[in-house]
């Protein structure tokens, strides 16, 4: 069983980009059968998926967002990170790591941003893009 934890810095100024990381533990990121997602909770709306990186390494990008983001992994620390530019100021949102499914037709219907998907979840991280 995985344990996944996220860690951020709190708060990033508009425009910036915003830097996150997710350290599993329990379970190798490489290992097959899973996908390895970032999803965020903006203040007073539901979850948002926004990208996932499978066991191989390939990813996969919320369409309304890839312009401006990255997903990437370090397997020698069991790590996968998030880059997501052009941010724009908002009240505290939070972001989610978590392990989901590696089918690629998981990630491009509405059931991406559904929360039964993804099988463990770190606790989130809360980011506040303000100046």
């Known amino acids: 069983q995985a344990q996944l934890q996220e860690s951020g810095p709190g708060q990033v100024k508009p425009s910036q980009t915003l830097s996150l990381i997710c350290t599993v533990s329990?379970?190798?990121?490489?290992?097959?059968?899973?996908?390895w997602s970032w999803i965020r909770r903006p203040p007073g709306k539901g979850l948002e998926w926004l990208a996932a990186?499978?066991?191989?390494?390939?990813?996969y990008y919320n369409p309304s967002h890839k312009w401006r983001t990255s997903i990437s992994r370090d397997t020698s620390k069991n790590q996968f990170s998030l880059q997501l530019g052009s941010v724009t100021p908002e009240g505290p949102a939070v972001y989610y790591c978590?392990?989901?499914?590696?089918?690629?037709?998981?990630?491009?219907?509405?059931?991406?941003?559904?929360?039964?998907?993804?099988?463990?979840w770190g606790q989130g991280t809360q980011v506040t893009v303000s100046d």
């Open positions: 978590a392990r989901g499914p590696t089918n690629p037709s998981s990630y491009r219907s509405s059931e991406s941003s559904d929360s039964k998907q993804y099988a463990v």
């Open positions: 329990g379970e190798s990121i490489t290992d097959s059968g899973s996908a």
């Open positions: 990186i499978r066991y191989d390494g390939n990813p």
